[in-house]
């Protein structure tokens, strides 16, 4: 459903990423994983149409994503950007609300199908109850859910969340992972930037591993995630389990093993 | 409150006020003649009191505030920043420069379009650093605003310096506190199609301003191109707000307080308090005129001054209120 080919990002003078091939399909959530500064919000900006790469390309289906109308590219690739807080007390509803952009023509109001695209959208992430909220008067938890159910409301067949899970308690974590798994099952391609190696080796079809801009490992999270990778990319040894059926991964210490060091 | 209760209401004090405004002056006119004129008749005298000084008045009071009062909503919107008006960008200081350099040298005397046209290049003038290191955040651009602006006020200042008299002194105050004393038609042939031009160039981008509510690139991912969007407003603030100062010289604070004032009026979304904004501006404005008017003082005040005195209280009831949606 979205690939990218052989993308290349320089960003003041460094190269963020360097020859990156992803590909998602329709139906299937990867969890994008690296350490800080490995690339993978670049990685998610490229992916959604909103960075230019200096090498490489985005394909959309069948078209390249340059070759789309800003509009176009809008309603076939939903982002959901990193830890945003909305600039103006707007209420839950109208925030909601503006997913429907893309598909308003110059002028025209919010129409039947659009009402029900951002109530069905309030409900799937569980902030039916927030309609009427201001959202700069929500907690961190509630925020990101009206957030997500922001790029919900574009309802394009492919989702970007970079970082859905920063400021959220448990609970509200696997609320939107399962969220993130129900949206793939209905056809969705969803990309999620993670830094939570437990739920996404729980809820991903499959991992790619970021590490100075490159690809390091991209497959089953059992196969990646290994002791080996964890130590050469993130510097730690981790503590593997299976719990229902899924893999476990907790963090124990840092070890010796990062081949490199980021800046 | 409802989006055609607001406008309605906006639009009736702003015809009200505009009807009160023709009422005014040192000639006294009953209200009998004033109407009869409005009505197609009327004396000779009458008519030309109220069509040829009175009219272009209150039209000027009307466009120009509409005008600051558009340009601040945009520029909040777009800069995502609740000081930001047309100063702020140094569009109004750049124009009152050109205006005043017009003056200063006399080249204003050669024709009655040179003040305007030099206010107007002053403003646009003041565009181009602004695009120049305008690759970056609203911040970058609030800065680089700044700084403009404060160049600007120095040339003003330089030139309050060197004034060869107290005369020239006296009008260059004038294109800093601004005024619509002794408008004719000229002037308003010089500013409403600027104004027109302008408004139009922001009144297109309500959209795209929602959408920036989530930052550059979420705005983005909806289809918003940003660069574009910054340039119509940049352009739409520079001509109309340069058609504006070249008419009534530099009217502060409009563009500041009228978005806040009608904000809480609306669902607080940067389209939604475009339109309302630029009949709000006219309002305020138009008021401000007549207070100017109603206060007896040798000289006229100044259009600035009763726009603080009447403007400040109300801005600072309405921040009360709204402690804690800033946080």
């Given at each position: 459903?979205?690939?990218?080919?052989?993308?290349?990002?320089?960003?003041?003078?460094?190269?963020?990423?360097?020859?990156?091939?992803?590909?998602?399909?329709?139906?299937?959530?990867?969890?994008?994983?690296?350490?800080?500064?490995?690339?993978?919000?670049?990685?998610?900006?490229?992916?959604?149409?909103?960075?230019?790469?200096?090498?490489?390309?985005?394909?959309?289906?069948?078209?390249?994503?340059?070759?789309?109308?800003?509009?176009?590219?809008?309603?076939?690739?939903?982002?959901?950007?990193?830890?945003?807080?909305?600039?103006?007390?707007?209420?839950?509803?109208?925030?909601?609300?503006?997913?429907?952009?893309?598909?308003?023509?110059?002028?025209?109001?919010?129409?039947?199908?659009?009402?029900?695209?951002?109530?069905?959208?309030?409900?799937?992430?569980?902030?039916?109850?927030?309609?009427?909220?201001?959202?700069?008067?929500?907690?961190?938890?509630?925020?990101?859910?009206?957030?997500?159910?922001?790029?919900?409301?574009?309802?394009?067949?492919?989702?970007?969340?970079?970082?859905?899970?920063?400021?959220?308690?448990?609970?509200?974590?696997?609320?939107?992972?399962?969220?993130?798994?129900?949206?793939?099952?209905?056809?969705?391609?969803?990309?999620?930037?993670?830094h939570e190696l437990t739920m996404a080796a729980r809820f991903a079809d499959r991992v790619v591993l970021l590490d100075c801009g490159r690809v390091v490992a991209d497959g089953r999270p059992g196969t990646v995630l290994d002791a080996a990778r964890l130590a050469a990319v993130y510097g730690i040894a981790a503590w593997h389990a299976v719990a229902d059926g899924a893999p476990l991964l907790v963090p124990l210490r840092q070890v010796a093993g990062r081949a490199t060091e980021t800046p | 409150m409802s989006r055609p209760l607001l406008l309605g209401l906006l639009a009736a004090a702003a015809v009200v006020l505009a009807a009160a405004s023709l009422t005014l002056g040192p000639a006294p006119l009953g209200l009998a003649r004033i109407a009869a004129v409005l009505g197609g008749g009327g004396d000779r005298v009458a008519r030309i009191i109220v069509l040829e000084l009175r009219l272009p008045r209150a039209i000027l009071g009307l466009a120009v505030g509409a005008m600051l009062g558009a340009s601040g909503a945009a520029l909040q919107g777009y800069l995502r920043n609740p000081l930001a008006e047309p100063g702020v960008l140094g569009a109004s200081p750049a124009a009152a420069l050109g205006a005043v350099i017009a003056l200063f040298f006399g080249f204003a005397?050669?024709?009655?379009?040179?003040?305007?046209?030099?206010?107007?290049?002053?403003?646009?003038?003041?565009?181009?650093?602004?695009?120049?290191?305008?690759?970056?955040?609203?911040?970058?651009?609030?800065?680089?605003?700044?700084?403009?602006?404060?160049?600007?006020?120095?040339?003003?200042?330089?030139?309050?310096?060197?004034?060869?008299?107290?005369?020239?002194?006296?009008?260059?105050?004038?294109?800093?506190?601004?005024?619509?004393?002794?408008?004719?038609?000229?002037?308003?042939?010089?500013?409403?199609?600027?104004?027109?031009?302008?408004?139009?160039?922001?009144?297109?981008?309500?959209?795209?301003?929602?959408?920036?509510?989530?930052?550059?690139?979420?705005?983005?991912?909806?289809?918003?191109?940003?660069?574009?969007?910054?340039?119509?407003?940049?352009?739409g603030t520079a001509i109309g707000v340069g058609g504006a100062v070249a008419v009534a010289g530099a009217i502060g604070f409009v563009g500041l307080i009228v978005p806040h004032l009608v904000r809480p009026l609306t669902d607080r979304s940067p389209s939604s308090v475009l339109l309302p904004s630029a009949l709000g501006g006219a309002v305020l404005l138009i008021a401000a005129d007549i207070g100017v008017r109603l206060v007896p003082s040798a000289t006229e005040l100044r259009l600035g001054v009763v726009m603080a005195f009447l403007g400040v209280p109300v801005f600072l009831l309405v921040l009360r209120r709204a402690r804690g949606v800033w946080s």
């Open positions: 459903m979205i690939r990218a080919r052989g993308v290349g990002v320089d960003l003041g003078g460094r190269r963020v990423l360097d020859a990156v091939d992803v590909a998602v399909a329709a139906g299937e959530l990867v969890a994008v994983l690296g350490p800080n500064g490995a690339g993978k919000s670049t990685l998610a900006r490229v992916l959604a149409g909103v960075l230019v790469p200096g090498a490489g390309e985005v394909v959309v289906g069948e078209a390249a994503i340059g070759s789309l109308t800003p509009a176009e590219r809008a309603r076939r690739v939903a982002y959901l950007p990193q830890g945003g807080s909305p600039a103006w007390p707007l209420t839950v509803a109208r925030l909601v609300g503006l997913g429907r952009l893309p598909h308003l023509a110059p002028f025209s109001r919010i129409g039947p199908g659009d009402a029900a695209a951002i109530h069905a959208a309030m409900a799937r992430a569980d902030v039916l109850a927030l309609r009427d909220r201001t959202v700069t008067e929500l907690s961190g938890g509630e925020r990101a859910r009206v957030l997500l159910a922001r790029a919900l409301a574009v309802q394009a067949p492919v989702l970007i969340a970079d970082e859905p899970l920063a400021a959220l308690d448990p609970g509200h974590a696997l609320g939107v992972m399962t969220l993130l798994r129900t949206e793939a099952a209905r056809g969705v391609a969803v990309v999620a930037v993670l | 005397a050669a024709h009655p379009w040179t003040l305007p046209a030099f206010a107007i290049a002053g403003a646009v003038a003041a565009l181009v650093p602004l695009l120049l290191l305008a690759g970056g955040s609203p911040l970058g651009l609030v800065l680089a605003g700044v700084a403009v602006s404060a160049l600007a006020g120095a040339g003003v200042a330089l030139a309050l310096n060197l004034a060869p008299n107290p005369f020239a002194l006296a009008e260059i105050a004038t294109w800093l506190m601004g005024s619509l004393e002794d408008r004719s038609f000229t002037d308003v042939a010089i500013a409403l199609p600027c104004i027109a031009a302008g408004l139009a160039l922001l009144l297109w981008d309500g959209r795209a301003l929602d959408a920036l509510t989530l930052g550059d690139d979420g705005a983005r991912s909806l289809g918003v191109d940003v660069a574009r969007v910054r340039l119509r407003l940049l352009a």
